[in-house]
């Protein structure tokens, strides 16, 4: 009876552990989601420029930027706000700017 409970909790903990350890590797791409950028085959639908103001008229200061090209990655500079304008710089099939 101990031996069965035994390797019970061994397969308990062995399945805990690779769930933990999947999660470490799977990628979130949360600042192309921040960014309001939808993606299709892990890669979004075109390149966009956000330029981010602090208060909600836009024309006070600006207070960051967020850049996301074709391929999904991004930079980022300053801080970010809920105030934003986002400008389309390329349309991307593939993950390749067209």
Known sequence: ???FSSKKSLTL???FLLLAISGV???TGSAARSAGVTT???CPTY?????YYDDASMSGEEVGTL???CAGR???TGRITPY????????????LPQ
């Open 40 to 42: 299709t085959n892990s």
């Open 13 to 15: 903990k062995a399945a």
């Open 67 to 69: 850049y996301v090209n």
């Open 74 to 76: 991004s930079w980022k």
């Open 84 to 95: 934003r304008t986002i400008d389309v710089i390329d349309y991307c099939i593939n993950c």
């Open 1 to 3: 009876m101990s031996l």
């Open 47 to 51: 390149s966009t420029y956000s330029t």
């Open 25 to 27: 590797f799977y990628s």
